[in-house]
T-cell receptor, first 113, second 112 residues
Framework: AQSVTQPDIHITVSEGASLELRCNYSYGATPYLFWYVQSPGQGLQLLLKYFSGDTLVQGIKGFEAEFKRSQSSFNLRKPSVHWSDAAEYFC???????????FGAGTRLTVKP | EPEVTQTPSHQVTQMGQEVILRCVPISNHLYFYWYRQILGQKVEFLVSFYNNEISEKSEIFDDQFSVERPDGSNFTLKIRSTKLEDSAMYFCASMQSNYEQYFGPGTRLTVT
């Protein structure tokens, strides 16, 4: 069965600093991979997705992620964090014809002024 | 831009009562899902629905849960006899066939 691990529960970065959120997945076949962001009390917004092709994918709000099959990873990056990026970030893997998704536990991002 | 909608935004119910959470998926989508998120925890898959039947369900989705697409536009999740531990945010999602799910804003269910 597919599963997702986000090793970092909480990360704090200074505004303007770079960011990398880690995600490792477990799935036997080629996974569909996603990053979602959730602000407090809000729903889930898709940042980016990987299905196939170029392993470096660009998303909204200046985020990017790189799929590394050898490491079973799909880490999210942003070169310069803004205060508005403070939120909870969830990595997810989808599988099968229905793309039933399994989410990681999330990483809470705090941005210091 | 089309979006998934959910009603109500917040539902309060007493333990043992039945609740129905409603979702209107995006109109040309074919796959439908329910997820839940207990406060402070991760989003958990409950069930997927395609071609008028359940495709997959998790171990959370026991006999107390059921889903229905009664009229071709709504997609509902029923909990027959709510328990305190059913308190959570419930998200509906829909997908066309491009493997990108669109999530609704969620219904917060509080069981007292």
């Amino acid at each position: 069965a597919q599963s997702v691990t986000q090793p970092d529960i909480h990360i704090t970065v200074s505004e303007g600093a770079s960011l990398e959120l880690r995600c490792n997945y477990s799935y036997g076949a080629t996974p569909y991979l996603f990053w979602y962001v959730q602000s407090p009390g809000q729903g889930l917004q898709l940042l980016l997705k990987y299905f196939s092709g170029d392993t470096l994918v660009q998303g909204i709000k200046g985020f990017e992620a790189e799929f590394k099959r050898s490491q079973s990873s799909f880490n999210l990056r942003k070169p310069s964090v803004h205060w508005s990026d403070a939120a909870e970030y969830f990595c997810a893997v989808g599988a099968g014809n229905n793309n039933d998704m399994r989410f990681g536990a999330g990483t809470r991002l705090t941005v210091k002024p | 831009e089309p979006e998934v909608t959910q009603t109500p935004s917040h539902q309060v119910t007493q333990m043992g009562q039945e609740v129905i959470l409603r979702c209107v998926p995006i109109s040309n989508h074919l796959y439908f899902y329910w997820y839940r998120q207990i406060l402070g925890q991760k989003v958990e898959f409950l069930v997927s629905f395609y071609n008028n039947e359940i495709s997959e369900k998790s171990e959370i989705f026991d006999d107390q849960f059921s889903v229905e697409r009664p009229d071709g536009s709504n997609f509902t999740l029923k909990i027959r006899s709510t328990k305190l531990e059913d308190s959570a945010m419930y998200f509906c999602a829909s997908m066309q066939s491009n493997y990108e799910q669109y999530f609704g804003p969620g219904t917060r269910l509080t069981v007292t």
